[in-house]
Each structure stands twice: as structure tokens, then as C-alpha cells.
């Protein structure tokens, strides 16, 4: 195996994204992604089933699309790379059933790999527009927020040490924002369409909770809360259903975007501050933004002001790589095969819930 | 002609068979249980591949059961038949999945003339299909496969796990009570349609239900 300069496939299917993409070494190749997401619209979330069945018809013609892409073929891959977790179960098994017989019928080594950690492995890709090569920082965070998780990283090595320094206990961030905008009408997926409507809105016409932020959660740096870094949003969609339902008993009109963008600086204001806490606490100097949610404009604004007063510098990856696709999973591949790592074979099981601390399986 | 066979309508197996060989079976393998096919499937294609000395370019076409069954292992079976087929750049056909037990049912002594097959469903409804059989031919699927309750299904001999679960309902043939379909016999019907002229289905999965998605009423207002 070639690994100095690894070809590396990536295939990821842990949500409602068929991605597959090509990297060699640091270099992106190709990133072919088939979404499900209109199939999705009308029932206001992501549907499970639907999504697997979406990722069984896409997942060869995705994978044709990458390798001519790339311009390459199967035989010139060195290592085959795919997401082993965390996700939604059915749908993982799509994507790791495709990837084994990609590796019996090639003969190639296959990495079952960690979605979360793959998300940060998009920010060793060489610089599109400069074709530079990046090296992550020494002392590197990740904040992960989308449809499907909400999390705060510490990369010690990005191939063997990962920590999960804080997470949602409940809903994701995205999901918060599919459940209100349904709430106040404004469609799927809930993310843009907050974020579109909020701006002409005040977010200080109405207060809403910032969940696990009272000081019994949070404690002190000496002494921390039990959720200290982490972050709940379930309370936060019921007080918007109450708050809408105030409006409608007295017979008002609802105010749409105040209070989307109530919300929306309710979600902001406590993901960004968490975050800079925990990287402040832990001499996280670079923070990495992964997951669809790094798309709001809110987000970006709010973070990336608190991260410089507090002296951290905020990368933001190009937006198609921040959102589910196969070439985080094949960067984070091509680290593994560069570390010596060993792959993870063809006996594993998909699993749903896979934890930071595994950045890939072992055989 | 040599096929690779995949099936993991319930559980998961997979078989080569050949029309050179004694029997037709050049080798196959079938899990017990019903919830491993993820970390089974691979392994044991490669395996059996190995220990028969055969490559990809050996195979001259797949057949995968297309169910119904379960989603979750139904799908992955074709994902890996698929994959291995465009990999390999061999042609991929599908079989109705119930056909493995009527092939069985077939060829065994307890043939009836008119019979069932039927698997688990699980949610407390079975997997069914009505059969012919006429002496010296391969079973004719005359009816199905559908979805439904066991105490809803024909007056007929019923074979398959699913008739020994409802056995109070179903004439269980207790020597299938616990048959599940298996890539091997679907192999060998394959050859055996293939042989004849007939046609074969597409790898299009027979789901039978649709996703359990239901599309959200407006929300109730307050007053
Ligand atoms: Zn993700």
C-alpha cells in the first residue's frame, strides 16, 4: 500500500447524504454526493427509512460519478475509508455493506472510520483556491453542529486521541431548527429558513431559555458542572410552541421573525458561548466549525466574534465540505493510512452511536 | 455458468452453484440468526471465494433475494450484490426471495400441489405467497408475495418459519417450521429459470410497506 501518497475512497451514509469522494494524500479529488433531503420535506425531519432506501439506489451511481471525477479507477485506490458511525442505524448499514464488497471484490484494505472526527478531517484538505497544504494546530478544537449532532472536539491526534469535551443531551441544533420552523411554518429544512427570516426580525423581542446554563449545570472552571460543555434544546423548542400558542390565545398575530430570530440568538448565543468556554478552559487556541449548521450566517458572526475576543482563531472549511459528504471520510482515511494505522477489515458492525474517543475500528 | 447467490430476507446467507458441479452447489454458507448480516455477509463471500479458488472473473452473473423481508438486512444484501456486480462488471439479476423455500418445498416428499410459503413479517404479520406445483416442474408463483395476518392467509399447506411461528393458524408443515430462504436454493432456481429461458427480476427491492413516515397534520392552534 502506497502511504506517502494514499488514493483513498470515502463512502458516507450515516444521515440522508450518499457521499462518496476520492482524495490523494491531502488533496481533494473528487466529492460526489447524492442528498434525499426533498424526500424528506414533507414530513419536516429526516426519515429514517426513507433515507436508506434513498442510499441503496444512489450508492452505485454516486460511486461512478466520484471515480470519473477523480479520474480514477478502482484499481488505482489504495485504501477504501467508510463511515462506521455515529448515525442512523439504517442507513450506516447501507453505506458499510456497499464499502465490504467494494473491498472483497477489490481486494483493497477498508477503514471503518468515525463521522465526527471525519468532519475535522476536512481541514487537512490542501487550500482549494491556494493549493497549500494545511497542518491542523497543536492544540485544535471542533465544533460540530448539524441536523444530526451537536459537539465540542478536542484533536489531540486527529488519527488517535479525540476527546468529546461537551455534546447535546437532547435534540441536535439542526434538528431545534427543523422543529421551530415547522412550529412557525416556515418549512424544511428549518436551518436557512430561520436563519433567512430572522434577519428582519429583532432577537431581543423575546427572551427565550438557554438550556443548561443555570450555574447547578455549569459550576466553576475549578469545580465543573456535569454540563458544563453541554447543551440541551428540547426546552427550547417547547417554549417557542408556548410562546406562539401565547400569541394565537390572545388572538394576536405571531410575530414570525422576532421570534425566529429570538430563537435563533438563543440557540447562537449558547452554542458559541459553551464552545468558547470549553476552549478557553482547555488552551484550545484553533477551532474548526464542522456539520450543515456551519452555514448560518448567525453562527459564524456570533462565534467567530467570541473566539477573537477570546484570542482563537475560527476555521471555517469551504460549505460543501462542512455538510455530510464522502470526502471528509476519505481525508480522514488517507491521515490513517499515512499514521500506519491498520485497517479495520471486514468482519465489524456498523454502530450507531460510535464514540470520539474510536477514531476508526480495529480489526 | 457459475453463480453467486445473496440472500438476507431473514437471515443471511449466500451460496455458489454451478451447473457443472454435483447438485449444483460449489459451496455456500447461512447464518442462524437474523440481525447479523452486516458483519457476516462480507466475510463469508470472501471466504467461500477463497476456499473454492475462485476470483470475481470466475462469476457469470448474481442473483440476489429481493424479499420481502426485514429492510434493514433485506438491503443489505442487494448493496453487497450490487456493489460486487458493478465491481466486477457481472450482470445482476433478482429472485423473489420466498421462491428459496417453494424450491425446497419442491423437492422435498411433503410436496402439496397447492401450497404457501411464509416467513416472519414481525409487527405480528407474516411474508406469504401461494405456489403450484406440477410433477417434474419448478414451482409456479401464482399469488403474491403480500403482506398480512396469518389468520387472513388461504386454506392451504403452509412452509416456512413464518407457518411454524402461527402454527395455531396456519397447516404448519412442521418438517419447515423453522425454513428460512436460503441463497442456496435461490442459486439453483436461478440456474434452473435461466436454463429454461425464463426471466429473471431486477435487484429492486420488494418492500412491501411503506416507510412507517407519517406526513405531520397542522399544528393544533391554542383556544
Ligand atoms: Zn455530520
Redesign the pocket.
Known amino acids: 500500500m502506497n502511504r506517502t501518497q494514499p488514493l483513498v475512497l470515502g463512502i458516507e451514509s ?2 440522508d447524504e450518499t457521499g462518496v469522494g476520492v482524495v490523494r494524500g491531502t488533496t481533494l479529488l473528487a466529492n460526489t454526493v447524492s442528498s434525499s433531503m426533498d424526500e424528506h420535506v414533507r414530513f419536516g425531519g429526516v426519515i429514517p427509512e426513507i433515507a436508506s432506501r434513498a442510499h441503496l439506489d444512489a450508492f452505485v451511481p454516486t460511486l461512478e460519478q466520484a471515480l470519473a471525477e477523480a479520474g480514477a479507477t478502482l484499481d488505482d485506490v489504495d485504501a477504501i475509508a467508510v463511515t462506521s458511525g455515529p ?1 442512523l442505524a439504517g442507513a450506516l448499514m447501507v453505506g458499510v455493506c456497499a464499502a465490504k464488497a467494494l473491498a472483497v471484490a477489490t481486494g483493497k484494505p477498508l477503514y471503518a472510520i468515525n ?2 472526527v ?2 475535522v478531517g476536512v481541514g487537512l484538505l490542501d487550500d482549494r483556491a491556494t493549493g497549500k497544504q494545511q497542518a491542523l494546530p497543536e492544540s485544535l478544537g471542533a465544533l ?1 453542529v ?1 441536523g ?2 451537536t459537539e465540542i472536539l478536542r484533536i489531540n491526534s486527529i488519527t488517535s486521541d479525540v476527546e468529546l469535551l461537551g455534546s447535546t443531551i437532547d435534540d441536535a441544533a439542526g434538528e431545534a431548527y427543523d422543529k421551530v420552523a415547522r412550529i412557525l411554518g416556515l418549512g424544511y429544512p428549518g436551518g436557512p429558513a430561520i436563519d433567512r427570516v430572522a434577519r428582519t426580525g429583532n432577537p431581543k423581542a423575546i427572551r427565550f431559555p438557554r438550556g443548561l446554563s443555570q450555574p447547578k449545570y455549569m459550576g466553576t472552571s475549578d469545580e465543573p458542572g456535569k454540563h458544563r460543555y453541554d447543551w440541551s434544546f428540547s426546552g427550547l423548542k417547547t417554549a417557542v410552541a408556548r410562546c406562539v400558542e401565547q400569541f394565537e390565545a390572545r388572538g394576536e398575530d405571531i410575530p414570525v421573525a422576532d421570534i425566529a430570530a429570538a430563537f435563533q440568538e438563543a440557540v447562537v448565543d449558547v452554542i458559541s458561548s459553551k464552545a468558547v468556554l470549553a476552549c478557553r478552559e482547555h488552551g484550545i487556541k484553533d477551532v474548526l466549525l ?3 449548521v456551519a452555514a448560518n450566517s448567525r453562527l459564524r458572526e456570533l462565534t467567530g466574534q467570541r473566539c477573537a475576543s477570546a484570542g482563537i482563531r475560527l476555521h471555517v472549511p469551504p460549505l460543501d465540505l462542512c ?2 459528504n464522502g470526502a471528509m471520510v476519505a481525508a480522514l482515511g488517507a491521515q490513517l493510512v499515512m499514521a500506519g494505522a491498520e485497517p479495520s477489515g471486514i468482519g465489524f458492525a456498523p454502530d450507531s452511536s460510535m464514540p470520539v474517543t474510536s477514531v476508526s475500528l480495529q480489526a | 455458468m457459475l453463480i453467486l447467490a445473496i440472500d438476507t430476507s431473514a437471515v443471511a446467507s449466500a451460496a455458489l452453484v454451478s451447473d457443472d458441479a454435483l447438485e449444483g452447489v460449489v459451496a455456500n454458507f447461512s447464518t442462524e440468526d437474523t440481525r447479523s448480516h452486516a458483519e457476516v455477509l462480507a466475510p463469508g463471500i470472501a471466504g467461500m471465494l477463497a476456499d473454492a479458488g475462485l476470483a470475481g472473473g470466475d462469476i457469470d452473473a448474481l442473483v440476489v433475494g429481493v424479499g420481502p423481508g426485514p429492510f434493514t438486512g433485506l438491503r443489505s444484501g442487494i448493496a453487497t450484490a450490487r456493489t460486487l456486480a458493478f465491481v466486477w462488471g457481472k450482470p445482476l439479476h433478482g429472485l423473489m426471495s420466498l421462491d428459496a423455500i417453494a424450491l425446497e418445498v419442491a423437492e422435498s416428499t411433503a410436496a402439496a400441489p397447492e401450497f404457501l410459503v411464509v416467513t416472519d413479517a414481525r409487527r405480528k404479520e407474516v411474508y406469504w405467497a401461494r405456489y403450484s406445483l406440477a410433477e417434474g416442474q419448478l414451482p409456479v408463483l401464482e399469488d403474491g408475495p403480500h403482506v398480512g395476518f396469518a389468520a387472513d392467509l388461504p386454506d392451504l399447506p403452509a412452509y416456512g418459519a413464518g407457518a411454524g411461528l402461527y402454527a395455531d393458524a396456519l397447516r404448519a408443515d412442521p418438517d419447515f417450521a423453522g425454513e428460512q430462504p436460503d441463497a442456496l436454493y435461490l442459486g439453483q432456481f436461478a440456474l434452473a429459470r435461466l436454463a429454461s429461458g425464463a426471466g429473471l427480476l431486477d435487484s429492486t427491492p420488494l418492500y412491501l410497506r411503506e416507510s412507517d413516515a407519517q406526513v405531520p397534520g397542522p399544528r393544533k392552534r391554542a383556544l
Open positions: 450515516s444521515c448515525g463521522h465526527l471525519a468532519h460540530l448539524s444530526g449532532h464542522g456539520g450543515g455538510t455530510d
